[in-house]
Every structure is written in structure tokens, then in C-alpha cells.
């Protein structure tokens, strides 16, 4: 691990102004992501700057109805907190589904959302990756690619966005709140807050220099009966292989997202309009244009499979 300085922010809008002023500086908080690629020297920070003192760890109702989830709760609250349980259960189920207990009591909500996409190449110093050397080339593409994305790829990266919580975010249509250095602030929509990969994989999200994410807002309560389905190599501490994040409703109707699949949690809302006809004419248009390798050619039946399970599941 390289040489790097240290300091707490008092407020969110220090935390922003901190970052700014001091090139190559990260934001810390449970760490778990950022501390591993650290000790990899993937991640080599100049400065971290601790916001786990900020006053970010709050479940609050909103006056729209929905939830505004702080910055710094920890996953293993979120999942555990019975408006969460009751009203966004697909969340809840999410958040359990990924790493190991450990780990959720460490994550954070932020956190979670800013995990970096990734491939074994990437974690390997040896191998081209334009994700952690932009420009170095890509050695999944043509490499052992069974985990990787099969759609929303391109030239430059074939990565699969790894977590379970964005996932369910994605379905819900939450907003990312942050705060950037000049003290302003913004809603980001969960769609727009990750990034394919294009010819910059190295950049995950839409978030500009400096700018720290303060809290997830969800809206109200969808309703209906809530799902995630995630298919893995083994029981637990394994990314999905595919993923399905749904909510159906009495009649038939409903929303669903993917994990697993591509750069980024991946949901098409005009497949959602084909549920009511089953999970093949859903899937057609959910993964038109994928672009499978051979090894990974199975997460495009086992992603109809799996959602075929889930509407089955719904109906009874």
C-alpha cells in the first residue's frame, strides 16, 4: 500500500470542498471496496478523507411518502429497518443476497453504490485494462469472460457491474443526492447515475470531481409482491451470474431489473410492458443487441430462466 495523508470532514460540504483542493484524494467511509484495491495498489489515493463523523446515517420518511436513506447507513441496517422490510422488500432481499454479514456491517449505503465495476483482469497488475490504465487495452476481451457482461459492452470493457443493492435501486427509481464542492447540491435518477463503459470504462458514474453522495431517496411504495432472484457459483459471498430484481402486481404487470448482465444495473422499462405475455417476450426485449461471448452465451437463457421463476413464483 502506497504513502497517503488523512483527515476528517466536519460537514459534506467540507468533505467536497477537502476533495477538490487535493488532487488525487478519495472519500472513506466503511471501506470495504476501496481499502482491498488500495492494498492491490489498483487504487493508490494521495489523501482520504473520513466522512463516517458526518451526520449521514438516518432513515427518514419523506413528505413524498418514500424513504430518504443517509449517505452512511450501513447495509446491514438498511435491510434490517421494517419500513424498508415491509414497503421495499426487493431492496432488503437485495442487500442480504450480497457478500457476507460482515462485510454489510461495514458497507455503506454510498459506498455500495460506488464500488467499482470489475473483471479478474482488472485486479490482476499483469493483464491490459483499460478500466485501471486507461488506454493499456482490455484482456477480457478474448480472455475467460463466463462472469462478464453480455450486453452494454464495448470495445474497451466487457465488465460486470458486481453489486446486488443498485439493483434494487435501479427497479425502484431512487434519486442519489450529493453535495459538490462549491456547496450546491443535486438529485441524480439512479439511471443516469451509472456509466457504459464507451471508450472511458474508467469512469463508473456521472459524479463530478469532488462531489459526495449524501443520501438515497426512494419514492413511494410500489405495492405488489417484491423478488430478487440471484443465480451464483456457490450459496453466499459470490457475485451473480444473473440476477432479478422484480415487483408484479395482481394482474400480471410489473417492472424488473437485471444484475449480472452488464456494466451496470440494467432495466428496460419497455420489456416491462411484455411481462404480462411471460419471461421470453420480456426477455427479446430486454436483451436485444446483447453480444454474448461463448463462455458466457448461458447467462442469456439462465437471465429468461430465472425471470420465468419469479412471474411463476408471483402467480402462486
Known sequence: MKAFTYSRASSAADAAAQAARTPGAKFIAGGTNLLDLMKLEIEAPTHLIDVNKLALDKIEATPAGGLRIGALVRNTDLAADKRVRRDYAVLSR???????GQLRNKATTAGNLLQRTRCPYFYDTNQACNKRKPGSGCAAIGGFSRQLAVIGTSEACIA????DMAIAMRLLDAQVETVRPDGTTRAIPIAQF???????????????????I???TLPKPL???????KVRDRASYAFALVSVAAVVQKDGTGRFALGGMAHKPWRVEAAEAALPKGAPAAMKIALAGATPTQDNAFKLPLAERTLAAVLSEARG
Open 194 to 212: 451509472h456509466r457504459l463503459p464507451g471508450d472511458a470504462p474508467h469512469l463508473d458514474n456521472t459524479l463530478q470531481a469532488g462531489e459526495l
Open 94 to 100: 437485495a442487500i442480504v443476497a450480497g457478500a457476507s
Open 214 to 216: 449524501t443520501a438515497v
Open 160 to 163: 460486470t457491474y458486481p453489486g
Open 223 to 229: 405495492g405488489g409482491k417484491h423478488f430478487y432472484h
